[in-house]
């Protein structure tokens, strides 16, 4: 992969064309989301690529939102519920901008018209504006999510925050979400890849 399309962007991609490298995301270029689907993912066919999400939630004059890492749960009816990732502007006295988990719903998950973003906010983050982080502070920089059907119909979903993440669970189909706390790693905790029994 090129160093500017990875998973840690370095600064100098956000800000300038790198030679060989996709163009930087902004207003005028937004990370815009898209699907296809096939019933058979080895030897089928896949549908051509649709967007559902343009790039910007349409508020704070079409402020890019970043691409979304869209999880979401199909349901038999059609309908999709699911999560999505999403920068939002500065918050004053707090940090540049920050970013959040937000709910997506779709009457007909291959009709992109039908997909509903909302707007992503602080306020609107299925984390919560005032969720206490370890610190002291507040989450702000959650992505990633992954999003899953449990046998009785409750949704579950695990987020991350760098070296921080954790479990939230549904009952009323994405309406709310409860928070079962975090799970750290770090260098006196590390992730993954442990040797002990």
Not at 13 to 35: I, L, Y
Not at 98 to 119: L, S
Request: aromatic share 10%; net charge negative.
């Amino acid at each position: 992969l090129g160093v500017c399309v990875d998973g840690s962007t370095p600064d100098r991609c956000k800000h300038a064309q790198v030679p060989g490298q996709p163009a930087p995301f902004t207003a005028e270029n937004p990370a815009t989301s898209w699907m296809a689907w096939t019933t058979d993912p080895i030897d089928g066919e896949w549908s051509d690529p649709v967007m559902v999400y343009n790039g910007t939630d349409g508020s704070n004059g079409r402020v890019p939102t970043s691409d979304t890492n869209l999880a979401p749960v199909i349901y038999p009816n059609g309908s999709l519920v699911g999560l999505w990732r999403g920068v939002y502007p500065g918050i004053p006295n707090v940090q540049g901008k920050g970013g959040g988990i937000f709910t997506v719903r779709a009457t007909n998950w291959k009709d992109p018209t039908t997909y509903d973003f909302g707007h992503a906010s602080l306020h609107n983050s299925i984390m919560g504006p005032n969720l206490p982080a370890p610190n002291g502070g507040t989450y702000l920089d959650e992505e990633d999510p992954h999003v899953w059907l449990d046998a009785k119909g409750r949704l579950h979903a695990v987020v991350h925050m760098f070296r921080l993440g954790g479990h939230l669970a549904s009952a009323d189909g994405g309406h709310s979400w409860r928070w079962y706390g975090p799970v750290t790693c770090g260098a006196s905790k590390p992730c993954g890849n442990s040797t002990d029994a």
